[in-house]
Each structure stands twice: as structure tokens, then as C-alpha cells.
């Protein structure tokens, strides 16, 4: 599996940014998607997930209520829409893809097989 991102960048404070990872290659193997972010000095945290076929999803709660994950069925893509980001969300941020249980484990990293290159998102105070 593959897995491309795009839509990082630098925004103010209060704004928003959508992120989008394209799945391809045997998408057949996984069935979770999800979103991690990695700041400098820190260990890569988990953001948000949702399963294959978009009916459940999961969120850290530093971004619940401000960030929400979607799929589109017919691109094999899942973004990541980011409303009222603050400085703290700055970091990289990488697409990854696994296959698993719905269970704690789908918040860490070991979960996703697949990863893709990361996008940097800065956000400005």
C-alpha cells in the first residue's frame, strides 16, 4: 500500500488547513486509516483514525471538537479538515494504514503497517 499525502503549510492561528492521503496498491489489506503528528524532540502521537469504511472514527482529545476525518470512497482518500489550530498543533503530520482490531491498540503507532512521507503543518501565534 501506498500512501501519498498533500495539503500541509503554514497558517495563523485560529485558521484551518485540510490535509488529504490517497491509498493505493492493495487497499484490500487494511481496513483502518488513520493520522499521526510528530513535533520536534517529541514521540509521534496519534491524532485521528477512521475505519475503512468510514462508519466509526477516533480522535485524540487535544482535537476533538476541531479537527474531523472523513473517507471518499470513490479516490480511495481520507483528509483531514483542521478548523481552529493553534501553535501547539504544529508538527508533521504522516497518513498511515493498517489492518487490525477496533480496539486501544488503533492509537499507537504499531497498529499501521503502512506510512506515508509526512507533511509539515506550522501553525503562527
Known amino acids: 500500500v501506498q500512501l501519498v499525502e498533500s495539503g500541509g503549510g503554514l497558517v495563523q492561528a485560529g485558521g484551518s488547513l485540510r490535509l488529504s492521503c490517497a491509498a493505493s496498491?492493495?487497499?484490500?489489506?487494511?481496513?483502518?486509516m488513520g493520522w499521526f503528528r510528530q513535533a520536534p524532540g517529541k514521540e509521534r502521537q496519534f491524532v485521528t483514525a477512521?475505519?475503512?469504511?468510514?462508519?466509526?472514527?477516533w480522535y485524540a482529545d487535544s482535537v476533538k471538537g476541531r479537527f474531523t476525518i472523513s473517507r471518499d470512497n470513490a479516490k480511495n482518500t481520507v483528509n483531514l479538515q483542521m478548523n481552529s489550530l493553534k501553535p501547539e498543533d504544529t508538527a508533521v503530520y504522516y497518513c498511515?494504514?493498517?489492518?487490525?482490531?477496533?480496539?486501544?491498540?488503533?492509537?499507537?503507532?504499531?497498529?499501521?503497517?503502512?506510512w506515508g512521507q509526512g507533511t509539515l503543518v506550522t501553525v503562527s501565534s
Open positions: 498511515a494504514a493498517g489492518r487490525g482490531a477496533y480496539s486501544d491498540s488503533l492509537y499507537f503507532p504499531a497498529q499501521y503497517r503502512y
Open positions: 477512521i475505519s475503512w469504511s468510514g462508519g466509526s472514527s
Open positions: 496498491g492493495s487497499i484490500f489489506s487494511i481496513n483502518i
